[in-house]
């Protein structure tokens, strides 16, 4: 016990100074090698329902996309997957989310300490740690936090669950399959057909679009409120109405929240007549389609309405919410809701001719300002090559190229219906796209702010001309 004990603290130790000094590629090489063990789980020939080996590009796609937490499936999970092979796809959903999380908020204490600003995310001072190498409480609390939201889901899901399955085993399994899969915005489904069947049933798709929801917010926001909630009421609401929460937390939360809103109402709007979507639902079920359809984006992956028969402009304004995703440390993918809400408070700033970009009586350093910039024309790159790339190697449209290759970066999981029918080459282009949409954004960011040089020579100022 005690040269386990030992061996366990060096691997921590290890950890602690990769992290110190190249969290990319801590990230990197971790997803890298979980993603390897993944696939070879599921080549194994008891992981498939037919009992034969899966071809190796299906199951690296899919490992890919279960410990990216995406979402896109070249096999059908109810299907073609055993009880097994569900089982590695849900502990590679469970592995991946905990991961980002804890690589995500590992490279905010990197960061904050490396360049003082100690905002950036709230980890450092949140898990109330003295130095950097005390990653184990960290671990701890990001496990803990996220298990309970997840058992709390699937203790929501069950009742319906039990209901339509009239069978308490099989009623469990799927709760704490759409439990974990709904928190760590995953969008696997491990019941035939999904959530299609159940596009009008609140008590089914509710508890799914909430999990989503609260997993797109991020660890350190989930953490922030959970904290502020708990002070507020030893301090009283009744006399001091109010919460402690952080910039970045109150950035998340409103431009979440607003997306949500606009994406649900414009959704709608377009699909409210759609005889292949929302046309033939009654009213009820059309509002809770279009609200699921809204949360969805911030890198849920799940549908109750055909994405493919959508509208072209349904597919457009679903493009720009996924490329903006969820929270940072959080399970979303995409460019992140903060660096929007930089980005556009800088050009209100810049409308108003304001020299500061300022958000809830705080100033926002201008480097954050360029850090968003760069995060947001990387993955609009990364994006684009691979649009272009598909249109060469596919016969499918623009639209749908588009479509599948922001759904792949953003780790969403939506699909217009092509994945399955992509050939081999594609399939691995899509597989390196999820890779670098789960690890590429946040060691991009991190590189970006650790370049923070201090020139002793500046060069004399000189404005060039802009629009």
């Given amino acids: 016990m005690r040269w386990l004990r030992a061996r366990?603290?060096?691997?921590?130790?290890?950890?602690?100074?990769?992290?110190?000094?190249?969290?990319?590629?801590?990230?990197?090489?971790?997803?890298?090698?979980?993603?390897?063990?993944?696939?070879?789980?599921?080549?194994?020939?008891?992981?498939?329902?037919?009992?034969?080996?899966?071809?190796?590009?299906?199951?690296?796609?899919?490992?890919v996309s279960a410990v990216c937490i995406t979402g896109l499936v070249v096999q059908d999970t109810a299907t073609y997957w055993s009880l097994y092979g569900q089982i590695v796809i849900l502990v590679g959903i469970k592995v991946g989310g905990l991961g980002?999380?804890?690589?995500?908020?590992?490279?905010?204490?990197?960061?904050?300490?490396?360049?003082?600003?100690t905002q950036r995310l709230l980890t450092a001072s949140e898990t109330k740690t003295s130095k950097l190498g005390e990653v184990g409480s960290l671990v701890r609390t990001i496990i803990v936090t996220a298990t309970t939201l997840e058992l709390a889901i699937a203790l929501l899901l069950?009742?319906?669950?039990?209901?339509?399955?009239?069978?308490?085993?099989?009623?469990?399994w799927h709760a704490v399959f759409y439990g974990v899969s709904a928190f760590n915005n995953a969008g696997f489904i491990p019941t035939e057909h999904g959530l299609l069947p159940h596009v009008g049933d609140w008590g089914l798709v509710l508890p799914v679009a909430l999990g989503v929801f609260l997993g797109s917010l991020g660890f350190p926001v989930i953490l922030n409120v959970y904290r502020a909630l708990r002070e507020g009421r030893s301090r009283g609401f009744g006399r001091r109405w109010g919460l402690r929460l952080t910039l970045h937390s109150k950035l998340t939360l409103t431009t979440s929240l607003a997306l949500l809103v606009v994406g649900s109402v414009v959704i709608g709007m377009l699909e409210w007549r759609n005889p292949y979507t929302l046309g033939p639902l009654d009213w009820p079920s059309k509002i809770l389609a279009a609200l699921f359809a809204g949360v969805m984006p911030r890198s849920g992956g799940f549908n109750t309405v055909d994405v493919g028969g959508m509208e072209q402009s349904?597919?457009?304004?679903?493009?720009?919410?996924?490329?903006?995703?969820?929270?940072?440390?959080?399970?979303?993918?995409?460019?992140?809701?903060?660096?929007?809400?930089?980005?556009?408070?800088?050009?209100?700033?810049?409308?108003?001719g304001d020299r500061d970009i300022d958000a809830y009586g705080r100033r926002i350093p201008s480097d954050v300002l360029r850090l968003a910039l760069g995060v947001t024309f990387f993955g609009a790159t990364v994006v684009l090559l691979t649009s272009v790339t598909l249109l060469h190697i596919t016969d499918y449209?623009?639209?749908?190229?588009?479509?599948?290759?922001?759904?792949?970066?953003?780790?969403?999981?939506?699909?217009?219906?092509?994945?399955?029918?992509?050939?081999?080459?594609?399939?691995?282009?899509?597989?390196?796209?999820?890779?670098?949409?789960?690890?590429?954004?946040?060691?991009?960011?991190?590189?970006?702010?650790?370049?923070?040089?201090?020139?002793?020579?500046?060069?004399?100022?000189?404005?060039?001309?802009i629009g």
Wanted: hydrophobic share 55%; no cysteine; charged share 15%.
């Fill in 158 to 172: 069950f009742p319906r669950f039990v209901v339509i399955e009239q069978d308490v085993g099989s009623a469990a």
């Fill in 100 to 117: 980002i999380m804890t690589i995500a908020s590992i490279i905010g204490m990197v960061v904050s300490r490396r360049i003082g600003l």
């Fill in 8 to 63: 366990l603290y060096a691997l921590r130790e290890m950890v602690d100074e990769v992290a110190r000094h190249s969290p990319a590629r801590l990230a990197i090489v971790v997803f890298a090698a979980v993603i390897a063990v993944f696939t070879a789980l599921l080549l194994a020939p008891w992981a498939t329902a037919s009992g034969t080996s899966a071809e190796f590009v299906d199951a690296l796609f899919t490992a």
């Fill in 314 to 352: 349904t597919w457009l304004v679903t493009d720009a919410l996924m490329f903006v995703g969820g929270g940072s440390a959080s399970t979303a993918g995409g460019i992140k809701v903060t660096a929007l809400a930089v980005i556009l408070l800088a050009i209100v700033a810049e409308a108003r």
């Fill in 397 to 465: 449209t623009l639209s749908r190229v588009l479509f599948e290759s922001l759904s792949a970066y953003a780790t969403v999981g939506l699909s217009t219906g092509i994945t399955a029918h992509l050939p081999d080459t594609a399939k691995y282009l899509l597989s390196a796209l999820m890779f670098v949409g789960r690890t590429g954004g946040i060691t991009f960011a991190a590189a970006l702010a650790l370049r923070d040089r201090r020139r002793i020579v500046r060069f004399p100022e000189e404005r060039p001309i």
